[in-house]
């Protein structure tokens, strides 16, 4: 298991930009892929983007492909999440999650590690 914190949420127009961090814990951050996901009042949490251990692989949901990047950090034990062009229905709380493998579907249940989240509001 390892231990994640997001930060960097909060309260944005419409077209603006924010940048997600996640901390984690240990000395193996290298072995895990990291994910972030989303959820909505109301809604399911959803799979957002995904990194490989080495950082080499990326994927994302369409909803957010040429909007949001992923990256890591493994010297920093840091994943990030850059949001541009931000849009209302990007209002969430943002999870970070970690699991021991990249390939294969993003089911949330798939990921054993989470951080407790970070609000992210955008206004119209």
């Known amino acids: 298991q390892v231990q994640l914190v997001e930060s960097g949420g909060g309260l944005v127009q419409a077209g603006g930009s924010l940048r997600l961090s996640c901390a984690a814990s240990g000395r193996t951050f290298s072995a895990y892929a990291m994910g972030w996901f989303r959820q909505a009042p109301g809604k399911e949490r959803d799979f957002v983007a995904a990194?490989?251990?080495?950082?080499?692989?990326?994927y994302y949901v369409d909803s957010v492909k040429g909007r949001f990047t992923i990256s890591r950090d493994n010297a920093k034990n840091t994943v990030h999440l850059q949001m541009n062009s931000l849009k209302p229905e990007d209002t969430a709380v943002y999870y970070c999650a970690a699991r021991a493998y990249y390939s294969g579907t993003y089911h949330p249940g798939t990921f054993g590690s989470w951080g407790q989240g970070t609000q992210v509001t955008v206004s119209s």
């Open positions: 990194i490989s251990g080495s950082g080499d692989s990326t």
